[in-house]
C-alpha cells in the first residue's frame, strides 16, 4: 500500500471492500477530499438536493442490493434535515451509513450553541452513532460502523468526521488495508423447528408471512420451495413482497390478503415484526386462538405484543432452509385457501376497475391496473402516499425480490422519491452492463411534494425511472376522514396542479393525463423512455371516499390501534 494517503483516499477504499459502487451526497467543501478519491476509485457519486433525500436514497439502493447504502452529508444544519430519512431507514431496517463531514476541531466553540461532537439528534434512530477521534482511525471506524450496520437487525449508523481528517496525509490504509469484516449468520434450534414443523404439518389454514428479515437473509429459493412442495400459502409485507412471486392464488401481499388473516389456525411470521400493520399479532387481525411461529434474527423481537408459541432466534434464511427439511412434503390442498376466502374482495376490486366512469375519468384502481400491464415482470415497485398507496395495493403485482419499497412503517411520505432514486441506482449497478430492472414509483400529489427536487438527481445520472402521480388535487386520505367526520373540508384543497411541468424544469420527461383513452399510450410512452420520466394522472377524487366506508377497499387498517389495547388485555386473562 502506497504511504502519503489522504483520509478521503482511505475511506473510500475501506467503503470499496465492502461492494459499494455508488454513494449519494449533498455537494459540499467539506467532501471534498472525500468526494475526489470516490472518483478515481470509480465510484458512482449521485448528487441528491437534500439531506433528507440523500439518506432516502441511499436507503433505497441498500434495500435492493442488500449491501450498505452511504450518505455524504454535513453536519450543523445537515443533520438536522437528515432526520427524516435517516428514522424512515432505521424503522425499515435499512443498512445505511451517514457519513457526517463537521467543522474542524479547532472551530469548535466551548458554550456552543450546538455541539456537533455529541449526537443527540440521532441517538434514538440510529443503531450507531460516533465520531472519528483522530485521522488514522478512520478505517477502523468506518468498519466497526458498516458492521453495525450490516449485523443482526440491519439500520442506520452515523460517522462524523471532523473535515481535516478527511485532507490529513496519512502513511497508510489502516485497517482498510485487510479484508472487511465477515459476518456470521445464526442457525435454529434443531428442536424449535421441529417444533415449527409440527404445528405447520398439521394445520387447516397454514400461512407464512415474510418481511424485510427474509428478504435479506435470501430465503426466496427456500419460501417457494415451502410453497410449493409443502402446500403453504403466503403473504409478503414490504421487503418480503416477491420472495415467491405474487399470484394471487397462494402467494399474495399482506395489505389485500390481511382481511381474512382471521381464518388461520397456525401463523408463521419469517423475518417481520408484528407491529401496527400486522395488527400487532391479535385480534381482531388474528384468531386469538391461531398458533404462532415467529423467525427472526434478534431474539428481543420474539414476543413482542403476541405471546409466541414457536419463538426462533436465527437467520431467517438458515432457518427457513432448516425448516424445509423438517416438514413432509404434501399435494397441493390448503394452500388455497386464502385464494377463496378472498373471493369476494376480489370480485370487488374487479368490478371497481373494469365499471365505466362519467366523462372518461380514471380511478385509481383502474390507474393501478393500466401500471400493471406496462410494467416488467421484474419491475421494481416503490410506492408512497396514502390513498393511492391503497389502491395499488390492490393492482400491482410483485414477481421478484427485491421488488417492493415504501415508507412502512414510519408513514413519512414523500420519502418514495428519494428511494425509487437509489433504487434505479442500485438497479443499474447490479446490471452491471446490461439492462437494469425498471423503477416504478407510484405516488399521490400531495407526497410528490416533498421531495421533487430529488427528480434532478435521477436526470443528471441518467437513471431509468417512471414516475407516476395520482392526482386528485387534494390531501385524499385527510379530505374524506373530513367529510366523514365534519361533512365538509378544512386546509386539504391542493388544486389539479402542473407537477409534469415541476419534473420538466428538473430535467425530466412530462406529460399529464386527465382521460382514462389517454393513459394507456402515455404509461407506454413513459416506460419507452430512457430516462426519468412522470406521468401527472389526474384521478377521481370521489374514488378515496370507498377506502373510509367499505371493508373490501381497506388495505391499511388502523382499526387495531383502538382495539388491540383490549384485546392484549384479554389475552392477559
Same mark, same amino acid.
Given at each position: ?227 410449493? %412442495?409443502? /402446500?403453504?400459502?403466503? @403473504?409478503?409485507?414490504? $421487503?418480503?413482497?416477491? &420472495?415467491?412471486?405474487?399470484?394471487? #392464488? !397462494? +402467494? =399474495? ?59 426462533? %432466534?436465527? /437467520?431467517?434464511?438458515? @432457518?427457513?432452509?432448516? $425448516?424445509?427439511?423438517? &416438514?413432509?412434503?404434501?399435494?397441493? #390442498? !390448503? +394452500? =388455497? ?237
Amino acid at each position: 500500500m502506497s504511504a502519503n494517503l489522504t483520509g478521503g483516499m482511505v475511506v473510500s477504499r475501506a467503503l470499496a471492500r465492502y461492494g459499494v459502487r455508488t454513494v449519494f451526497a449533498v455537494a459540499g467543501a467539506s467532501h471534498s477530499f472525500l468526494l475526489d478519491a470516490l472518483e478515481r476509485d470509480g465510484f458512482e457519486i449521485i448528487s441528491s438536493r437534500h439531506e433528507s433525500g440523500c439518506v432516502g436514497a441511499a436507503d433505497g439502493y441498500a434495500r435492493v442490493t442488500g449491501k450498505l447504502g452511504v450518505a455524504l452529508i454535513i453536519a450543523d444544519q445537515g443533520t438536522p434535515n437528515a432526520i427524516n430519512g435517516i428514522a424512515t431507514a432505521f424503522h425499515a431496517c435499512a443498512p445505511v451509513l451517514v457519513l457526517i463531514a463537521r467543522l474542524p476541531n479547532s472551530w469548535t466553540e466551548a458554550e456552543s450553541e450546538y455541539d456537533s461532537a455529541k449526537h443527540p439528534l440521532v441517538d434514538s434512530i440510529t443503531k450507531w452513532a460516533r465520531t472519528v477521534p483522530a485521522a488514522e482511525r478512520l478505517a477502523e471506524y468506518v468498519d466497526t460502523a458498516a458492521k453495525r450496520a450490516l449485523a443482526g437487525r440491519r439500520g442506520p449508523t452515523v460517522l462524523q468526521v471532523p473535515q481535516e481528517y478527511l485532507q490529513a496525509t496519512l502513511p497508510n490504509a489502516g485497517s482498510a488495508a485487510q479484508a472487511a469484516p465477515q459476518l456470521s449468520r445464526a442457525a435454529a434450534d434443531p428442536a424449535a423447528i421441529e417444533a415449527a414443523a409440527a404445528l405447520l404439518a398439521a394445520a387447516r389454514r397454514p400461512l407464512l408471512i415474510v418481511g424485510a428479515g427474509a428478504c435479506y437473509g435470501a430465503a426466496g429459493a427456500t419460501l417457494r420451495t415451502l410453497v410449493d %412442495a409443502c /402446500d403453504l400459502p403466503i @403473504a409478503g409485507n414490504g $421487503l418480503g413482497r416477491g &420472495l415467491v412471486a405474487e399470484d394471487w #392464488e !397462494r +402467494s =399474495f401481499n399482506w395489505p389485500i390478503m390481511q382481511l381474512v388473516a382471521k381464518e388461520a389456525d397456525v401463523v408463521c411470521v419469517i423475518g417481520a415484526r408484528l407491529k401496527q400493520r400486522l395488527g400487532y399479532g391479535l385480534p381482531p387481525r388474528f384468531a386469538a386462538d391461531a398458533k404462532f411461529i415467529q423467525i427472526d434474527v434478534e431474539a428481543e423481537e420474539l414476543s413482542r405484543n403476541r405471546r409466541i408459541d414457536v419463538p426462533i %432466534a436465527a /437467520d431467517a434464511g438458515l @432457518a427457513c432452509a432448516q $425448516l424445509l427439511a423438517a &416438514l413432509p412434503r404434501r399435494p397441493l #390442498e !390448503r +394452500s =388455497f385457501w386464502i385464494r377463496d376466502a378472498l373471493r369476494e374482495r376480489f370480485a370487488y376490486l374487479d368490478a371497481l376497475a373494469n365499471t365505466p366512469l362519467a366523462n372518461d375519468a380514471i380511478h385509481p384502481l383502474a390507474l393501478g391496473r393500466r401500471i400493471a400491464q406496462c410494467a416488467p415482470d421484474d419491475a421494481i415497485f416503490v410506492g408512497d402516499g396514502a390513498d393511492i398507496q391503497t389502491w395499488m395495493y390492490g393492482a400491482l403485482r410483485v414477481r421478484q425480490a427485491p421488488g417492493f419499497l415504501d415508507h412502512y412503517p414510519m408513514g413519512a411520505m414523500g420519502t418514495g422519491t428519494p428511494l425509487a432514486v437509489g433504487a434505479a441506482a442500485a438497479a443499474r449497478e447490479l446490471a452491471n452492463g446490461g439492462t437494469p430492472r425498471t423503477v416504478v414509483l407510484t405516488t399521490g400529489d400531495g407526497s410528490f411534494g416533498f421531495y421533487p427536487a430529488e427528480l434532478h438527481a435521477a436526470a443528471r445520472a441518467g437513471l431509468k425511472l417512471v414516475c407516476v402521480i395520482g392526482n386528485d388535487g387534494a390531501w385524499g386520505t385527510e379530505l374524506h376522514g373530513q367529510m366523514h367526520a365534519l361533512a365538509r373540508t378544512v386546509n386539504t384543497e391542493l388544486g389539479y396542479l402542473h407537477y409534469e411541468k415541476v419534473a420538466e424544469g428538473f430535467g425530466c420527461r412530462g406529460e399529464r393525463v386527465e382521460r382514462l383513452a389517454e393513459l394507456g399510450p402515455a404509461l407506454q410512452r413513459a416506460f419507452a423512455h430512457d430516462g426519468p420520466s412522470v406521468v401527472n394522472v389526474l384521478i377521481d377524487r370521489d374514488a378515496g371516499a370507498a377506502i373510509k366506508k367499505n371493508p373490501l377497499a381497506q388495505m391499511i387498517m388502523f382499526d387495531d390501534l383502538a382495539t388491540n389495547l383490549k384485546a392484549q388485555h384479554a389475552f392477559a386473562g
